[in-house]
C-alpha cells in the first residue's frame, strides 16, 4: 500500500437523527498526472499518486505509442522533491534509437484530461483499434472457477479501498491464477494503465510491434472492480490479455470490442458465478 493514496479530511455524520460532531476520515487522494514525452505533453489523468512509472508506461502502451520495455530510456518526475507540485509531472525519454510516436494520440486529445470516455466514437473506434491490434489467438482454456475467483483476488490488494471505500482495483493472473501485478487507484482505467504498465516494465507484455520473446507467464485474466467500459477492453486488447473479469455490468461498445477482439468478457463475477458475453470457449464444459 503506498501511504500516498490515502489523507485525512474533516468530516460530520448523520445518523437518521442528529448532525454527529465533526472527526478525521480517510479519503482517497486524488491529483493529477502530466505525461510527457521528450517535452511533448501526451496526456494528463486525475489519479492516486504513487506508482506513476507503472501508469504513464502503461497509458502510453494502450495508445500503442510504446512496444516495449526496450522502447524507454528513462521515466522520471520533473521537479525537485519538495518543490510545489512535485510528483504531478512525469518525464518519458525513448531509449537510443526507439520512437515513441505520440501522434498516435489525436491532436484534440493531446494534453487533455483524460477520462472514460476519452477519444471512444461507436463502432469507428472498434475499427480503428482493430488495425494496430488484430484479434487474439484462442486459449486457454480455464475451468469456469478460475474466473470466478479473480474478482476475489482483488479484495487481498485493496487495502486503500478498505480504508475509504473510494478506489478502483485491477489485478492480472496468469492461467494458474499466480497474480502478476496487482493496483489500486481512483480512476478504473487508470488502475488498469498501472497493472498493464508493472508487466510491461517486467517484459511480460510486448506490443504487436515488438520482437517476440518466449515469455515465462503468459497473462491470462485481466480482474477489475466496477464496471467495464470500451478503455478497459481496448487496454486488455493491447496487452493481449484474453479474458477480462468485472465485478459490475459491461458497455454495450466493451461488449463489441471484446467479440471482435476474440476476448472472453465475464461481467457481475460475483459469489462463484458470473455472466458471459463473448468468448464462452475459453471456459471449461463442465
Known amino acids: 500500500m503506498d501511504a500516498r493514496g490515502v489523507t485525512r479530511r474533516s468530516v460530520q455524520r448523520w445518523n437518521g437523527a442528529t448532525l454527529l460532531p465533526a472527526q478525521e476520515d480517510d479519503i482517497a487522494v486524488e491529483e493529477p498526472l502530466e505525461i510527457r514525452v521528450s517535452g511533448d505533453s501526451v496526456a494528463t489523468t486525475m489519479r492516486t499518486p504513487g506508482h506513476d512509472r507503472e501508469l504513464a508506461t502503461g ?3 494502450a495508445e500503442g505509442i510504446l512496444q516495449s520495455v526496450d522502447d524507454l530510456g528513462g521515466l522520471a518526475h520533473c521537479g525537485r522533491p519538495g518543490e510545489e507540485g512535485f510528483g ?3 518525464e518519458v525519454t525513448p531509449a537510443p534509437g526507439a520512437f515513441l510516436d505520440v501522434e498516435r494520440v489525436s491532436t484534440a486529445r493531446r494534453g487533455t484530461l483524460t477520462t472514460s470516455a476519452c477519444g471512444v466514437c461507436g463502432r469507428r473506434s472498434v475499427d480503428d483499434l ?4 488484430p484479434p487474439l489467438p484462442p486459449g486457454p482454456v480455464l475451468h469456469p472457477d478460475a474466473v470466478a475467483r479473480a474478482t476475489e483476488r ?19 493472473l496468469d492461467a494458474d491464477g499466480h497474480l502478476l501485478a496487482a493496483h489500486e487507484d481512483v ?3 487508470n488502475a488498469v494503465d498501472k497493472v498493464v504498465g508493472t508487466l510491461v516494465l517486467a517484459g511480460l507484455v510486448r506490443g504487436t510491434g515488438a520482437s517476440r520473446l518466449p515469455l515465462t507467464r503468459q497473462p491470462a485474466v485481466l480482474a477489475v472492480s466496477g464496471r467495464v467500459s470500451f478503455e478497459i477492453i481496448q487496454k486488455a486488447a493491447m496487452a493481449r490479455i484474453p479474458i477480462v473479469a468485472g465485478v459490475s455490468a459491461a458497455s454495450s461498445l466493451a461488449v463489441d470490442l471484446a467479440l471482435r477482439s476474440g476476448m472472453t468478457l465475464a461481467t457481475f463475477v460475483r459469489n462463484g458465478r458470473f455472466n458471459v458475453y463473448t468468448g464462452p470457449e475459453r471456459l471449461l464444459q463442465v
Not at 154 to 172: I, K, P, S, W, Y
Request: a positive charge.
Open 88 to 90: 504531478n509531472v512525469i
Open 154 to 172: 482483488l479484495r487481498d490488494v485493496q487495502r486503500n479501498f478498505a480504508r475509504t471505500g473510494g478506489v478502483h482495483a485491477a489485478a492480472v
Open 187 to 189: 480512476g478504473r482505467h
Open 59 to 61: 497509458f502510453l502502451f
Open 130 to 133: 482493430l488495425t494496430v491490434c
